[in-house]
Structures are given as structure tokens and as C-alpha cells.
């Protein structure tokens, strides 16, 4: 089956940087997006990567390995306005995005 | 209007009652989508529509209906809803549907079935 694993939930400290993992195994590979989605509120795109390498986007990056079936999404400078969850979502064969459960990320000052 | 609009917001139902979820778009995108998301779960895809008067299954559609008779609207209806089908669900839009552009969502609708 398809599987898309990210971490339940993480800790940072304002100002620092934090890295949040995704590794999936999908039928077919057309994309990886990375979305931000606030508490109570719609998730909100933040990025997209279909080869392999670094994305970078003001304070947040994302980074893709297609051999190994892996991102991560890089978040510099963290502010508090940074604590949501940040949800992983792959573009299958088919163009259905498969999508995580959702990494909870917690600033901390 | 601006973007994707839901209605309601919120909702406590009685089960064994029909609810039909509206969903209403103005940036002229074909394809659109209804979503459930559930604590501890992965968006999942109930139904979706490439184009007006097209629409296709998703992961999860049973217990639930779609149609688009235009570009703009995609309600989703719920000819009899049960405790299990309490969730929010997530209409959401793109150009098209195998563009690698974003998924632009409306706000959510809490639904609640008692």
C-alpha cells in the first residue's frame, strides 16, 4: 500500500532551526508538496518539489531525494507564528496526493 | 467571494439525517475535491470532479454523494449520516487536475453526528 511517515510531533525553540522529516513509499512519484496548516484553520501550500535537491523559500527550504524516498522540510529563524502542523503530501501515478498524518511543530520561547 | 468558500462552518447533525456540505469556488479552476480530515489521519480524499459535470471517487466515498453541474459549486451530501462520518471536511480547488500547482482549501465544515 502507499504510506507517507512523518514524525507525530516536535519541540523548537524561537530563533532556532528545525528540520521535519517525511519519507514515503507511493505508486508512482509526481511530486512531493509541503503544506502548513495552523490550528483550526485550512492547510496552506508552502512548497513543491518533483527533483531531486533543495528548494529554498525565505526562512523555509525543502529538500527531496526521489532514490531514497525522503524530504524534509527546513525551517529557519523560527517564530512563534511558526507552531502548526505541517503536513506532507505526495502526487501519486495517478495525480492523487497521498497524504500524511501531519508533523505537530511547537515553539517553544 | 474570494477563494473557496464552505458552508456551514459547523454543524451538529442527528444520524439517519441528510446534510449536503456547499462548496463554492471563484477562481475558475477545474478541478475540485472534498476531503475528510480526522485526528491522527492523513487527508483522505472522498470524492473529486476534473472538470463541470465529471466526478470520480477517492479513498473513502462511501455514505457520501457529489455532483458539479457548473465550474463554480461541488456539494458534498450525505444522504444518511452516521456517528463515523463525524469529521471536518475540506473542499479544495486546482487548475487543473495534474498540474503541480497548489491545492487552494475553503475553511473547513466541523461536522458533528450524534
Known amino acids: 500500500g502507499q504510506n507517507i511517515d512523518q514524525p507525530t510531533e516536535m519541540t523548537a525553540t524561537e530563533g532556532a532551526i528545525v528540520q521535519i522529516n517525511c519519507t514515503y513509499q507511493t505508486s508512482g512519484f509526481n511530486g512531493l508538496f509541503w503544506y502548513q496548516q495552523h490550528a483550526g484553520e485550512a492547510p496552506t501550500f508552502l512548497s513543491y518539489n518533483v527533483l531531486d535537491g533543495l528548494e529554498e523559500k525565505g526562512r523555509f527550504s525543502s529538500f527531496l531525494s526521489r532514490s531514497k524516498g525522503y524530504s524534509y522540510l527546513l525551517l529557519k529563524e523560527l517564530q512563534m507564528k511558526d507552531s502548526a502542523s505541517y503536513l506532507c503530501a505526495v502526487l501519486d501515478s495517478n495525480y492523487q496526493l497521498i497524504w500524511g498524518a501531519g508533523t505537530k511543530l511547537i515553539i517553544k520561547p | 467571494i474570494a477563494g473557496i468558500t464552505q458552508a456551514p462552518t459547523s454543524q451538529i447533525l442527528a444520524a439517519g439525517r441528510r446534510m449536503t456540505l456547499r462548496c463554492t469556488q471563484d477562481m475558475r479552476h477545474n478541478a475540485m475535491y472534498w476531503y475528510r480530515q480526522d485526528l491522527g489521519l492523513g487527508l483522505r480524499l472522498i470524492h473529486y470532479s476534473n472538470t463541470a459535470g465529471t466526478t470520480g471517487k477517492g479513498e473513502v466515498p462511501d455514505g457520501y454523494s457529489v455532483s458539479r453541474a457548473n465550474t463554480d459549486d461541488f456539494p458534498l451530501t450525505l444522504a444518511s449520516a452516521v456517528p463515523s462520518q463525524t469529521s471536518v471536511y475540506f473542499c479544495?480547488?486546482?487548475?487543473?487536475?495534474?498540474?503541480?500547482?497548489?491545492?487552494?482549501f475553503g475553511e473547513g465544515s466541523r461536522l458533528t453526528v450524534l
Open positions: 479544495a480547488s486546482s487548475r487543473t487536475p495534474s498540474s503541480p500547482g497548489e491545492l487552494f
